[in-house]
């Protein structure tokens, strides 16, 4: 149990044993000229403690993913995935990068792709808000509406059918099957959250959509400390209004997902996800998606049972993108 828990010390490694470099965290500001680029990852990790009773003796921390450049945690993969199809030879000059999303990876996408002098072209659902397709548009990608009833997987297809008809056009890099997902979390993400806890993280919560990030930090928190419980939240239902967080059991699971390092699952309600997101605005002047509602909410319910514990989660990305979204004035 946690309270039983040994604590270790942040280590200075940067090797592992999955032979993936992992980057040191920076010292010193920014050097002046440095790219769009440069500001990824390296978010805040906010405390929630209001959220608990006074005589709760866990802990809840949430990462600040909206920090990142794009405004959200998918700066981190999709960083990493340009950077590795640049590296294989797969992303050349005149190529576009071509992929499906829920709207925060094609938004990294397209921000990175007009950074570094790509075409980019995304799928989505329909029904995804018009927050995120403008801002797609905004940074210049093209953007394709597929089916809204076929979700995320709908997309999938369609991206994944056109690369398929025109190879030497596209760079597909498939963002739900790239092993260079997972390993943005595990270079980064991981390593941030336990150097900001100074190794006292006892659980790790997060929601599964690509699930890069619950793979990725998990399995080197894992590797930092074997009994860091690893904690999977998914929505309650099918029929579900929580962008960015899969149903895994009736949609397509994506290839990077790893069960194995699950230690618990937890199933929250659009609802419940909705009311955290208004909460946190309203009493913490903190604004976030529904995703950052659906984390916390499990955070929040599993600290409430834990005799003692840091529970750590992320907050995917902020809320002005869903400001269209009727929730907001609800009750």
């Known amino acids: 149990m946690a309270a039983a828990q040994t604590l270790h010390r942040p280590t200075t490694n940067t090797t592992t044993s999955h032979g993936i470099r992992c980057e040191r965290m920076p010292s010193e500001p920014m050097e002046l000229g440095a790219p769009i680029t440069a500001l990824i990852g390296n978010t805040p990790l906010l405390r929630f403690q209001s959220l608990l009773p006074p005589d709760c003796q866990a802990a809840v921390y949430a990462k600040a993913e909206w920090f990142n450049p794009g405004g959200s945690i998918k700066d981190r993969a999709a960083w990493s995935i340009i950077l590795q199809g640049e590296r294989d030879g797969e992303l050349t000059p005149g190529k576009t990068i071509l992929d499906a999303t829920s709207g925060n990876t094609g938004i990294a996408y397209a921000l990175i792709g007009a950074a570094r002098g790509y075409r980019v072209t995304m799928c989505?659902?329909?029904?995804?808000?018009?927050?995120?397709?403008s801002l797609l548009r905004a940074y210049g990608a093209e953007v394709i509406l597929t089916d809204p009833g076929e979700g995320t997987d709908g997309a999938m297809l369609r991206a994944r059918a056109m690369a398929t008809s025109d190879p030497d056009r596209y760079f597909y890099p498939d963002q739900y099957n790239n092993p260079a997902n997972w390993q943005a979390h595990y270079r980064t993400t991981a390593p941030e959250i336990w150097r900001q806890t100074a190794g006292r993280i006892t659980h790790f919560v997060a929601g599964l959509g690509t699930t890069g990030t619950f793979t990725g930090t998990g399995r080197r928190l894992r590797e930092l400390n074997p009994a860091i419980e690893l904690v999977a939240v998914q929505p309650d239902s099918?029929?579900?209004g929580l962008e960015g967080i899969?149903?895994?059991?009736?949609?397509?699971?994506?290839?990077?997902?790893?069960?194995?390092l699950v230690t618990q699952e937890r199933s929250v309600s659009t609802?419940?996800?909705?009311?955290?997101?208004?909460?946190?605005?309203h009493t913490e002047g903190v604004l976030v998606g529904p995703s950052g509602g659906a984390n916390l909410a499990a955070a929040v319910q599993l600290a409430l049972e834990l005799r003692a514990g840091v529970v750590v989660t992320v907050l995917a990305d902020g809320g002005a993108r869903y400001l269209?979204?009727?929730?907001?004035?609800e009750e």
């Open 238 to 240: 099918p029929l579900h």
């Open 124 to 133: 989505l659902p329909a029904n995804a808000n018009e927050e995120r397709k």
């Open 324 to 329: 269209s979204d009727r929730f907001w004035q």
């Open 246 to 260: 899969k149903h895994l059991p009736s949609s397509i699971v994506p290839g990077i997902y790893d069960p194995t």
């Open 271 to 281: 609802e419940e996800a909705r009311s955290m997101a208004r909460r946190l605005a």
